[in-house]
């Protein structure tokens, strides 16, 4: 006979947190946010871990690698999407890893012949002012002037006027050469008072700019992930079909840690995903699996040798699963168990490995009771996609900027590895939608909002940490009518009132 759970799951919703004593020291500033992002044993720090506790989504909407290179400075990982060719992937890996904090390659260039009505036309296109003029209008052409707004007067100049004619030529730039640090990048820009500093190699060729407002940027990620090279940390999204493969690639391009990518991982597929990698490369690639929704898939996942593991079925924003199939769990509920199963197994074996929350964090909030709940970290996939740094449109609908989000395995994604149960299956149904959120500004503005409230929450329970979140919490069901007090009642709103749960 089938067993039957005592309990109905639960959502993040339907818990709140109760506050602890908060001394004199448990002020916002002091929490420390770090997290393991891959297991260790006893007594030994984990090879890799994170200045915040969030993860991107491995989606086509979510983590291209520009979105990679901004959650890295803010201290979180990337997993870039798998659901495309092996180069593609491999190539957005490389990019974010050629990325050199404060050094940008020059994405707005001119050729000399080029006219001021197409220099007008690549601004509007690409927003930037400062263009470089290389003698074939590319990014790494040989270097010949320079452009910004002070060279030229579009109301008092013929718009055929040759750049030419009015850029600042290669002689009268300050340059630098190539391998030049950054430190001494910044000494440059200071003394001469710019704003862009071309970094030229030996043949004059422009390998990079070095801005002034990067500097100040640089200075105000204190979190940023890098690696013993300076860096950024990335991540990658492998399927159970190709790996052989797509993982030599993506670790030739330098991913850091890997992870399948797969709705269900209580499976055989990822069981001989792990032993292959463990058989090729032992210890030394880092690799996450899932996911799974109780303690039974973790133990699974944990004694195939998985470096971390994701918790979830069903409860992504654009997920369609449980209506499609019938599977899945209240996300608390996955998250507590799972995590009593992550503590058995460190008693057990003297072996921790992280637990991700994945899907279904609609409020900040939801982050906080997640962590409290027992997650090492999150995976967040609608949160990021509404970000600028997203590899999707913003588009104006009803006069609201939105983002485009799709599920992987949606129609749009056509990602059906992702859900595949092995065999040779023909018939493929949708387990997700294609929808559009709201547009919500830079990561960066929203990430340190988001971990504003979430240090500030820490501190009203009395901690300092995440370990001492987990600890400390004290967390309540709440009851139908009590999530209703929750909310702003029985006054009539402002216009101006923060849309939190309308
Ligand atoms: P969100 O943060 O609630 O938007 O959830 C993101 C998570 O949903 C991802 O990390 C995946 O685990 C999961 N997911 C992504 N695409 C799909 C889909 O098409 N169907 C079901 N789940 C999905």
Known sequence: MAFFYEEPSKTFSEY???????????????VD????????????????????????????SVSGDKLAIALAKEGG???????????????????????????????????????????LKLKAACGHSTMAVTEDGTLNGKMVGLVTSRDYRVSRMD????????????????????????????????EHKLNALPVIDKEGKLKYFVFRKDYESHKDNPLELLDDDKRYIVG??????????????????????????SSEGFTQWQKNVLAWVREKYGDTVKIGAGNVVDGEGFRFLADCGADFIKVGIGGGSICITRETKGIGRGQATAVIEVAKARDEYYKETGVYVPICSDGGIVHDYHMTLALAMGADFL????????????????????????????????????????????GEATLKFEEGVDSYVPYAGSLSDGVRM??????????????????????????????????????AHDVILKDSTPNINR
Not at 34 to 54: C, D, F, H, Q
Not at 243 to 257: F, H, K, S, T
Request: net charge neutral.
């Open 16 to 30: 709140l947190l109760i506050p602890g004593f908060s001394d004199g020291n448990c002020v916002p500033e002091k």
């Open 33 to 60: 946010l770090s997290t393991p992002l891959v297991k260790y044993k006893k007594g030994e720090e984990a090879a890799l871990r994170m200045n915040i506790p969030m993860v991107s989504a491995i989606m086509q």
């Open 77 to 119: 990982v990337s997993f870039i999407y798998g659901s495309q060719s092996i180069e593609s992937e491999a190539a957005m890996v490389a990019k974010v890893k050629a990325y050199k904090a404060g050094f940008v390659p020059s994405d707005a260039n001119l050729r000399p012949d080029n006219t001021l009505g197409d220099l």
């Open 159 to 190: 718009k055929a006027t040759k750049v030419s004619e009015f850029m600042t030529p290669i002689e009268k730039l300050v340059t630098v050469p190539e391998g030049t640090s950054l430190h001494d990048c910044n000494d440059v820009l200071w």
């Open 236 to 261: 990658a999204g492998i399927n159970t079909r190709d790996y052989e493969e797509r993982i030599p690639a993506l670790l030739a391009a330098g991913a850091d840690v890997l992870c399948i990518d």
């Open 379 to 422: 995976m967040l996939g609608r949160y990021f996609s509404r970000f600028d740094e997203s590899p999707t449109a913003k588009l104006l609908v009803n006069g609201n900027y939105v983002k485009e989000y799709w599920g992987e395995g949606s129609n749009r994604a056509r990602n059906w590895q992702r859900y595949d149960l092995g």
């Open 450 to 487: 988001t971990l504003a409230k979430i240090r500030s929450t820490i501190c009203n329970v009395g901690a300092l940490s995440i370990p001492e979140l987990q600890d400390k919490a004290k967390l309540t069901p709440v009851s139908a009518t009590s999530i209703v007090e929750g909310g």
